[in-house]
């Protein structure tokens, strides 16, 4: 899944560059919104974000491109790539911001593990 995001005043620190709490709260929710679409009976929650590391700065009125992509599917869990792009990742593939590994758990009504149906 394809997503984008426009810098805004509000999302930088006092230097004028992006707060990474923002940026790893996108990530997490892109990556969500993929497994709720591929899996629209779960109810699922983020159990684990692998090792970040920022790799470009990212200004104001900077448009990233965010693409989420299944990697893995268990019988409770899922696993998503997100990586996050300055621009076009077709284009420019030098301008990776981000990539990480986001895994989500489908939960009961209780939140307890369950199965994942398709």
Known sequence: MEN???IM???LNQFGYLFGGH???WVDEH???SASLEYPGCNFVTIGMDRVE???SVREGTILKFIAEQTKIGKTSVRYMVEVYRGNRETV???VVISTHVT???IDSEGKKTQIIK
């Open 4 to 6: 984008h995001k426009l």
């Open 9 to 11: 005043p509000g999302h």
């Open 23 to 25: 940026l790893l709260k």
């Open 31 to 33: 990556a969500w919104i």
């Open 54 to 56: 920022f790799k470009k």
């Open 93 to 95: 593939p030098k301008n």
């Open 104 to 106: 989500f758990v489908n």
